[in-house]
């Protein structure tokens, strides 16, 4: 089948999953599209993939499912037996019901998916786990996965004989209730809203940027990476019981797990 263009797709907060996508994205041999749903969008797109593209999918792992907010925009994406691949990155933990509750999510909205992948990364709330994860070995395996799933794009004359497996369960995990919510130092605060224009969930009040909606809030923490004061942070009393829990659960020689 001849390929038309490679869409990306993928969420990502503090720039790994999206290190992780273009890696694998640079061995596959087609033009491609990204669509970065990290960036806040006030009206979700409509997005229609054609029968012939190639769509690629990635995000990360919170409390082991797909953030909430992702699965939002992919209500609004659809495929028409579109051949796709999916990735998911975690912190070393586990991946739990991630990869199988995207897998199902694309595949639902008219996507073939033709591989699958988990990769094991640094943790945005506690980086001593995985860290610098995605090293050298790790990107290598990624660009092969990318190699793999470029052959199968080029060879296959039809999609439908692919049947991905991967792990987890449905009913999928209950998502864990977001307690981490960024707080802000007013003294450091210069109300520079670096921090508004960065939060993918439009927590943030761009008129007053020391105040956060914590509804919205899903603490990804791109607010905290993206403010150049250092007046936001996870309030310390809630997140060190959770590095605690993190420095038990977490083991940073964790291997990619790929499913072609």
């Given at each position: 089948m001849k390929m038309n263009e490679l869409k990306l797709v993928y969420f990502s907060p503090t720039g790994t999953t999206r290190k992780v996508i273009m890696e694998a994205a640079r061995s596959i041999d087609l033009k491609s599209v990204s669509h970065d749903f990290s960036v806040y969008k006030e009206k979700k797109p409509v997005l229609k993939f054609a029968d012939n593209d190639f769509a690629l999918f990635a995000a990360p792992v919170y409390g082991g499912r797909i953030p909430r907010l992702f699965t939002e925009y992919l209500e609004n994406i659809s495929g028409n037996h579109t051949p796709a691949a999916i990735i998911v990155t975690y912190g070393c933990r586990a991946y739990d019901d991630a990869l199988?509750?995207?897998k199902e999510t694309v595949e639902s909205h008219g996507f073939k998916v033709i591989g699958a992948a988990a990769f094991p990364v640094e943790?945005?709330?506690y980086p001593l786990a995985g860290a610098r994860r995605p090293n050298k070995s790790d990107l290598k395996i990624i660009g092969e996965y990318g190699i793999e799933l470029n052959r199968r794009i080029r060879k296959a004359d039809s999609f439908?004989?692919?049947?991905?497996?991967v792990p987890g369960n449905s009913p999928y995990k209950k998502y864990s209730k977001n307690s981490l919510f960024p707080g802000v130092d007013v003294s450091l605060c210069t109300e520079c809203k670096s921090c508004a224009k960065a939060c993918p969930a439009g927590a943030i009040?761009?008129?007053?940027?020391?105040?956060?909606?914590?509804?919205?809030?899903?603490?990804?923490m791109k607010c905290v990476r993206s403010c150049r004061q250092n007046a936001r942070a996870?309030?310390?009393?809630?997140?060190?019981?959770?590095?605690?829990?993190?420095k038990k659960k977490c083991q940073s020689d964790k291997k990619e797990e790929i499913f072609l």
């Open positions: 199988l509750e995207l943790h945005s709330l439908d004989s692919f049947e991905i497996q009040s761009m008129k007053d940027p020391k105040k956060t909606d914590k509804k919205k809030c899903i603490g990804c996870a309030n310390p009393l809630k997140l060190r019981p959770l590095e605690w829990y993190l």
